[in-house]
């Protein structure tokens, strides 16, 4: 059997399909790579989120076990600026602010009059030096003082 090939029946059509599957997957290589760009910056801001989120806690937290029965007394608005603890590049601040005083919830305590109820309000907020990350955290409380 003898194969006889002639220049003019020669059509090319391997070159054209490689290179047109080269450049689909040259678009679909920078197409995955910017997704995970994408991707690595939401985990990023959602880290720095996480960071003053706890920042803000953590002075909540601070601000009610510290200050309350010294507050309860003397009706001082109280403000303090404290490091994050493990993560240096947040920073949160508190300050707390007396309400009002009212009669104590049904309990134990509201059996007389010799008990009042003195009603705070603690803002904390939270910044990431080095994002532009915040959180600011408010919440109310009261502390059982005696009556007067």
């Given at each position: 059997?003898?194969?006889?090939f002639?220049?003019?029946?020669?059509?090319?059509?391997?070159?054209p399909?490689?290179?047109?599957?080269?450049?689909i997957?040259?678009?679909?290589?920078?197409?995955?790579?910017?997704?995970?760009?994408?991707?690595?910056?939401?985990?990023?801001?959602?880290?720095n989120?996480?960071?003053?989120?706890?920042?803000?806690?953590?002075?909540?937290?601070?601000?009610?076990?510290?200050?309350?029965?010294?507050?309860?007394?003397?009706?001082?608005?109280?403000?303090?600026?404290?490091?994050?603890?493990?993560?240096?590049?947040?920073?949160?601040?508190?300050?707390?602010?007396w309400?009002?005083?009212?009669?104590?919830?049904?309990?134990?305590?509201?059996?007389?009059?010799?008990?009042?109820?003195?009603?705070?309000?603690?803002?904390?907020?939270?910044?990431?030096?080095?994002?532009n990350?915040?959180?600011?955290?408010?919440?109310?409380y009261?502390v059982i003082?005696?009556?007067?």
């Amino acid at each position: 059997m003898t194969l006889s090939f002639t220049v003019g029946n020669q059509q090319g059509s391997a070159l054209p399909i490689g290179m047109v599957l080269l450049f689909i997957l040259t678009l679909l290589g920078v197409a995955g790579m910017n997704a995970s760009r994408l991707e690595l910056a939401m985990a990023g801001n959602l880290q720095n989120y996480e960071y003053v989120h706890e920042a803000a806690e953590a002075a909540l937290q601070r601000a009610m076990a510290e200050n309350p029965p010294s507050l309860a007394l003397d009706r001082t608005d109280v403000s303090a600026d404290m490091p994050a603890g493990a993560n240096d590049a947040a920073t949160g601040s508190y300050d707390i602010r007396w309400l009002s005083q009212g009669p104590v919830p049904s309990g134990g305590f509201s059996i007389t009059d010799e008990f009042t109820a003195q009603h705070f309000v603690v803002r904390s907020t939270a910044t990431l030096s080095n994002s532009n990350q915040a959180a600011t955290h408010v919440q109310g409380y009261f502390v059982i003082a005696p009556g007067g």
